[in-house]
């Protein structure tokens, strides 16, 4: 059951949802060629700390650290090490806090120095199929479509959508319903 959030609880999550945004571009900053994702995972724990919120991921599920660090093949959860970042490494940053009563969770993926123009061009069509799903979210329209807007932009630029990761719902717990897939048919899923 997907739970419903009230105009309050919403204005939680949005504030909470503004810090981590702002703890992710600090990150993005910091990542580049000779930095280790430990480094970058010390960051971010600092902080998630220094804003007065909790690291979402930190013990979540045997989950060591509190940033997932994900380099190149590696697709998510990624854990930091003393691995450096190296000129043409994509990295995917996902990082969760908990803020007053509610969690955010975000990711991006990043080039590092200087990137092969094919990884830049990945890089962009899954940013703009993130856009093409947010823009297909509304009123009455079922979360197969929303995938499927998403699997047909993505395939239609030569890539395939990860059918075994979905996104999902958050608020007073770190999961929650609905499951948000990639891919879909329009006339199936949730509403």
């Known amino acids: 059951m997907i739970p419903i959030k009230t105009k309050e609880e919403i204005a939680i ?4 949802g503004h810090i981590l945004a702002e703890i992710m571009n600090q990150l993005k900053n910091e990542a580049k060629p000779g930095i280790t994702t430990a480094d970058l995972n010390r960051l971010a724990e600092s902080l998630v700390l220094k804003y007065k919120c909790k690291p ?6 045997g989950f060591p650290e509190t940033l997932c660090t994900s380099i190149n093949e590696t697709i998510v959860h990624g854990v930091p090490s003393d691995k450096v970042l190296r000129d043409g490494d ?5 990082l969760g806090i ?3 009563g509610f969690h955010s969770d975000m990711a991006i993926t990043i080039p590092v120095g200087n990137v092969d123009p094919e990884i830049l061009r990945l890089i962009k069509v ?5 856009k093409r ?15 499927n807007t998403i699997q047909r932009y993505v395939e239609s630029q ?3 959508v990860v059918k075994d990761l979905c996104g999902h719902g958050i608020g007073r ?4 319903d609905p499951e948000v897939l990639n891919y879909g048919k329009r006339a199936q899923g949730d509403f």
């Open 133 to 147: 799903g947010i823009k297909k979210l509304r009123p009455n329209v079922r979360l197969g479509a929303v995938g």
């Open 173 to 176: 717990e770190l999961h929650e």
């Open 158 to 160: 030569g890539f395939s």
């Open 13 to 16: 999550m949005a504030a909470g």
């Open 56 to 61: 979402s991921f930190k013990n979540y599920n």
């Open 126 to 130: 899954a940013n703009k199929a993130l």
């Open 98 to 100: 908990f803020y007053n």
């Open 90 to 94: 994509i990295l995917s940053l996902d």
